[in-house]
């Protein structure tokens, strides 16, 4: 059996479509064929990557790993193969959950204006490195510092954080929040790639942990379902509102430094250009 770029291109539409049915009819396949071309991936890397249930399939813990490369050969084996090659592929923008916040949109809108033969692809990755060692991105977007010797990191702005509370919390009516008064509310923390621990706390005044995740969808269904609360920069707000969750200026609470994070040796040719230009977009916000 050989392992080729179409058994990857099958996993990914399989975690794309959280179905192997769906992804079969997206790929125009009978089902068999896309189940017996996932086992024969599987055979071949000696992990399960996938959890198969009657609600559909998600990766495994080691699945989201190999989606990260998985993802970025297929890029690599696309752009190779294009008939085009004198054109610049896209710059890949990894993140975590939620960009530059309330600059992405001017971002993205002035990028187009000025380099319309550019594209720049937004790619959420639950991946603390932001994409960047498993090459699926050549610029990220981290609210954590990666602490990498080959990697430049570069502080865009401070964002402030706000407490993300379901409809009918009594926090809701409060005139002001701060970290003292979270401390009877149980907490939901993405502990993969969030910014949130109990070190916001003092020793001896922090709140019970209710449950940790992978994801930002997750973290909101538990918020919304009442099982807790959460900690999250204000961006979360802006990018992912939810009916049935409300997000509360948290006064005391520090800041979340922005970072821009490039690898030293990458040469894609639009890299400097977006740094810059995200560098004015976000200057010109706090002026």
Partial sequence: MTVGIHHLRTYLMAIDEGSISKAAARLHMAQSAVSRRLAE??????????????????????????????????????????????????????????????????????????????LVRLKRVDDPAGGLTSGLSDVAIMRTRIGRRSLHEELLVMEPRVV???????????????????????????????????????????????????????????????????VTPASTAWMHPHAEISYLPLRDAPAVPVYLVWASNNRHPALHCFIQLARNVVAEGIE
């Fill in 41 to 118: 991936l599987e055979r071949h890397v000696k992990q399960p990557l996938l959890e198969r249930s009657a609600e559909g399939v998600q990766p495994t813990v080691a699945g989201k790993m190999f989606c990260a490369k998985a993802d970025a050969a297929v890029t690599a084996f696309d752009d190779a193969m294009r008939s085009d090659l004198h054109r610049v592929r896209a710059l890949r923008v990894g993140h975590a959950w939620s960009a530059i916040g309330v600059y992405t949109s001017e971002i993205l809108r002035r990028w187009q204006e000025a380099n319309p033969e550019v």
């Fill in 164 to 230: 993300a509370v379901p409809s009918g919390c009594p926090l809701i009516s409060a005139g002001e929040v701060l970290l003292r008064d979270l401390v009877d509310y149980p907490l939901v923390i993405n502990s993969f790639s969030g910014t949130t621990s109990l070190d916001l706390w003092d020793e001896g005044g922090q709140p019970a942990v209710a449950v940790e995740v992978d994801t930002i969808d997750d973290w909101q269904s538990y918020i919304a379902a009442g099982v807790g609360i959460g």
